[in-house]
């Protein structure tokens, strides 16, 4: 299992912009919720025996972003942040999915990405899923079409996407898009443009 350190006062909360959730602890002039849980064990438990969506999973600096594919915002900025990481020999970005409650399309987009995940084909339906200007029921029809994938979830898949969302309130987060940033000594946590600013 992967083991981050979280030291008194070196967990930093950012500015956050994006779709904010309406079930999560509420953000008070932008700062991060109050965590449920120890944030560095939630986040460790959280990646252990995935794969990185793009990175080597060696690399010091590990992202962890948290997606609503119905949220405009986590539309146009994961893919920034998968850019810069992609360009960045030491880190490593995992996706996790957290569909807000009153996005109707983004559960079934995540029970997608997490039946792709389970296929090895998750990149290429990520992608397919943030193609156009909004996610649309056609664009669903075409990704499960197009990579043979059956949108009816199975236990497993609901177990794995309930433990991703589980891990998305005990860590505070109560926005998306959002990010966060573990270096083996620290957790960072933020928006899309202080992530860019620490993968420089």
Do not use: W
């Not at 064990?41 to 793009?54: D, E, N, R």
Request: include cysteine; glycine fraction near 8%.
């Amino acid at each position: 299992m992967t083991k981050f350190k979280s030291a008194n006062g070196a967990v930093v909360a950012l500015g956050l912009l994006g779709c904010a959730s309406m079930i999560s602890t509420a953000f008070a002039h932008g700062r991060l919720g109050r965590a449920t849980h120890d944030r560095a064990g939630v986040l460790a438990a959280l990646i252990s025996g995935q794969k990185p969506f793009t990175g080597k999973e060696r690399a010091p600096v590990k992202v962890v972003g948290f997606i609503d594919y119905e949220c405009p915002a986590c539309r146009i900025q994961f893919q920034q942040v998968e850019a810069k990481v992609a360009k960045t020999k030491n880190a490593c970005l995992y996706i996790e999915q957290a569909p807000l409650p009153y996005h109707k399309l983004a559960k079934p987009a995540a029970i997608l990405a997490v039946k792709a995940e389970s296929k090895g084909i998750y990149p290429a339906v990520h992608l397919s899923l943030l193609k156009g200007h909004e996610l649309s029921n056609e664009t669903l029809k075409k990704v499960c079409k197009r990579f043979g994938i059956d949108d009816r979830a199975t236990a497993s898949n609901a177990a794995t996407l309930t433990r991703e969302y589980k891990a998305f309130n005990q860590l505070g987060i109560a926005q998306v898009p959002f990010f966060v940033v573990a270096d083996g000594k620290t957790l960072r946590f933020g928006n899309t443009k202080k992530t860019l600013e620490l993968l420089r």
